[in-house]
């Protein structure tokens, strides 16, 4: 079977890579910065040959982490295929959920799993293998941000203006990020064939924040990206204005849906996040490299509005 990269995106840090035969029909994103690989399968079943084609793509490529977004009735496919469902994407797809299943490369079994009563589905939440390492410390996180939250209710939050951000500028933002160990992103697609969009948010007292999302007009879903998180309780009340003025700005462009991956033990940005209205929807072992550490993600979400009929 040949293997022909589509587009060597260097600029943007993914890499597209199409995997066909008579059997198999698979576009790989590779995530450079974070050294994940998302599959996009265009020919259902779980076959051996599929399994084979990604993790040894995922081993050339130096990938750590691979994961997928299905609808439903695909859980069970990648569950056979050695994947842990992780969570979901409420209203991804506009009016159903996209299902996200995982696995760390290093971890994942030589053969294909038997079916069981557990493939079945997909009721609940399904944030993770319950007891996991990654689950525990998202519920810990999570429990100290809404402490902090409980902590700093009544502050007033800062007034944002919220500007365009050009791509050079968020490049040189990302570069500065980077060289301070407090990237979350390098705002790398997420996604094929969707419109990026760029903004700098400011406060008064030096506050700055870059973010950026994606969005899938199709679908009405959007990816939000946080370039760095808050140090501190100022700069997390600036955050939180940050981020409802964004989600403010996401409405008007008609998006129905959002999402957004922060580090499993981040309660300054979890708090953030919470005092915006989001919710744990997914917890992804091992998805990000934050600095020179890997981490768990939290996936964040949230419904913006109602689905147009």
């Known amino acids: 079977m040949a ?3 589509l587009s060597s995106t260097s600029s943007s840090g993914v890499d597209e890579l199409l ?18 690989l998302r599959i996009i399968d265009f020919r259902a079943g779980p076959t051996p040959s599929k399994r084979s084609f990604v993790l040894s793509a995922a081993k050339r490529e130096g990938v750590e982490k691979i994961f997928t977004l299905v609808e439903r009735d695909e859980v069970p496919t990648w569950t056979r295929l050695g994947f842990v469902r992780e969570g979901s994407i409420p209203g991804f797809y506009k009016r159903s959920d996209a299902w996200i299943l995982g696995a760390v490369v290093s971890e994942m079994s030589p053969s294909l799993r038997e079916e069981s009563d557990d493939d079945e589905g997909a009721e609940g939440e399904g944030e993770g293998k ?7 410390l ?28 050009s791509g050079q500028e968020l490049r040189r933002a990302v570069a500065a990020a980077q060289r301070a160990g407090r990237a979350l992103t390098g705002f790398e697609p997420f996604g094929r064939d969707a419109l990026r969009t760029g903004y700098v948010l400011s406060a008064r007292g030096g506050f700055s924040l870059h973010a950026a999302w994606e969005m899938q007009s199709c679908f009405g879903n959007s990816f939000l990206e946080i370039l760095s998180s808050p140090r501190h309780e100022s700069e997390r009340l ?23 991956f922060a580090p499993a033990d981040d309660q300054e940005l979890c708090a953030a996040l919470l005092a915006n209205g989001f919710r744990r929807s997914a917890v992804m072992a091992r998805h990000l490299v934050v600095g020179r550490a890997r981490k768990d993600a939290i996936l964040w979400s949230k419904k913006l509005v109602a689905p147009e009929a």
Do not use: W, Y
Not at 130 to 136: K, R, T
Not at 145 to 158: C, I, K, Q, T, V
Not at 238 to 260: D, K, N, P, Q, Y
């Open 130 to 136: 319950a007891g996991s390492p990654a689950v525990l």
């Open 3 to 5: 293997a022909r990269n």
């Open 19 to 36: 995997f066909r035969n008579d059997a198999v029909s698979l576009c790989l994103l590779v995530n450079r910065r974070h050294r994940t």
């Open 238 to 260: 600036a955050t939180m204005a940050a981020i409802g003025a964004l989600c403010e700005r996401l409405v008007e462009e008609r998006a129905v849906s959002t999402f957004t």
């Open 138 to 165: 998202a519920e810990r996180t999570i429990a100290r941000a809404r402490r902090l939250l409980r902590e700093s209710e009544g502050r007033p939050l800062p007034a944002i203006k919220i500007a365009p951000a």
